[in-house]
């Protein structure tokens, strides 16, 4: 009889449990936007967004490695050497253009003034004494054909070292 009672309360008790009990058909809802469309334009924009700073990235570290690649190149000991040797050259011809523009061993005039030219790198540097002014005349030359000239005026008489009356 125990066992009947007992049978009887367990299913008393599975009856209340049961009327309990809701059930409900099992849906699967995407969660990624591409899939589910809710908020798709977004998540578009986000991994265009990703993929376009990548991409900068990218180019922007093989451009700072180029640049690093160029600079040490530039700091080799070679190079140095190169760039003071030029420098000097450099410093030299403009010395003794100078000398050659400002020569006092002969008298120019008019009729007779004291020139020269020099080809440098392609461009052409005229000077004229003629005895009260110096005109320097610069062209600049590429793949022969003249891209600029500038010309420049200096009044002897300025510097001291006239050859002729400056004044008349």
């Known amino acids: 009889m125990r066992d009947t009672i007992f049978i009887v309360a367990l299913v008393m008790l599975l009856s209340v449990i049961a009327v309990n009990v809701n059930a409900d058909e099992l849906v699967h809802k995407f969660g990624s936007p591409s899939f589910n469309g809710i908020n798709q ?88 004494n003629d005895g009260t002014t110096i005109t320097l005349i610069i062209e600049e030359w590429f793949d022969g054909v003249l891209i600029s000239t500038t010309e420049i005026v200096i009044p002897v008489g300025s510097f001291g070292g006239c050859w002729v009356d400056c004044d008349g």
């Open 41 to 128: 334009s977004a998540h578009y924009l986000t991994i265009d967004e990703q993929e376009r700073t990548r991409a900068e990235k990218i180019a922007e570290d093989i451009q700072d490695a180029l640049e690093e690649a160029e600079r040490e190149a530039d700091n080799t000991v070679l190079a140095k050497f190169i760039r003071n040797l030029e420098s000097r050259i450099y410093s030299t011809l403009a010395k003794d253009i100078s000398e050659s523009l400002f020569n006092y061993s002969g008298i120019p005039t008019a009729d007779n003034p004291i020139a020269g030219e020099i080809n440098l790198e392609g461009n052409i540097l005229k000077w004229i």
